[in-house]
């Protein structure tokens, strides 16, 4: 157990529509990444988060967004879905250590299925 | 920009041989982070190691050893004696710090079937 928290864990919805995923992450982590893993695209950083506040963005499409709240969890949200979207979204959390060393830890993954 | 490469698409093994999968990676950090994980046939991502781009010691846990060689922008991975359990999607994994603030780039992933 990672202790990164994710849910749903299955999630199937239609297209069009739209739909929030949430992330826990590890007590004490101020850091949160979320990835998504297509079969097309293999694993792809989407966005990170810092202590509530947007950090950096990746291959993320505009109809995607994120946010993280004060309490540190964060939610994807997916809006007008296409079939394309279908795919395994994972959160990941990290942990600065002494030495510039950090831990990224995943949490186990929403499965997207659009139908 | 950052790049991370595993040539094998998919392995396959009978048990208690030894494999090694490969990963090549491409940066222009001069500190940048390794990883590689585990993703079995649950889905979950599994952590297995982290190296510093300033430590190029090789390591060993167990079955597991990871060959790391900057020389050559190289951190292999070898399970010897392979059990079916190892059976998984393996990804390779770089983090630059500096210019990325430590998101991952993954490589494509290596499809290892052990067969008993």
């Known amino acids: 157990d990672s202790g990164v928290t994710q849910t749903p864990k299955h999630l199937i919805t239609a297209t069009g529509q739209r739909v929030t995923l949430r992330c826990s992450p590890r007590?004490?982590?101020?850091?949160v990444y979320w990835y998504q893993q297509s079969l097309d695209q293999g694993l792809q950083f989407l966005i990170h988060y810092y202590n509530g506040e947007e950090r950096a963005k990746g291959n993320i499409l505009e109809r995607f967004s994120a946010q993280q709240f004060p309490d540190l969890h964060s939610e994807l949200n997916l809006s007008s879905l296409e079939l394309g979207d279908s795919a395994l979204y994972f959160c990941a959390s990290r942990r600065d250590l002494a030495g510039g060393r950090s831990e990224q830890f995943f949490g186990p993954g929403t499965r997207l299925t659009v139908l | 920009a950052q790049k991370v490469t595993q040539a094998q698409t998919e392995i396959s093994v009978v048990e208690k041989e030894d494999v090694t999968l490969d990963c090549v990676y491409e940066t222009r950090d001069t500190t940048y982070y390794l990883f590689w994980y585990k993703q079995p046939p649950s889905g979950e991502l599994v952590f297995l190691i982290r190296r510093n781009s300033f430590d190029e010691q090789n390591e060993i846990s167990g079955r597991y050893s990871w060959n790391f060689q900057k020389s050559t922008s190289s951190f292999n991975f070898t399970i010897t004696a392979s059990q079916v359990v190892d059976s998984a999607v393996y990804f390779c994994?770089?983090?630059?710090?500096?210019?990325?603030?430590?998101?991952?780039?993954f490589g494509e992933g290596t499809q290892l079937t052990v067969n008993p």
């Open positions: 994994a770089l983090s630059e710090r500096e210019t990325s603030g430590s998101r991952l780039t």
């Open positions: 007590s004490g982590d101020l850091s």
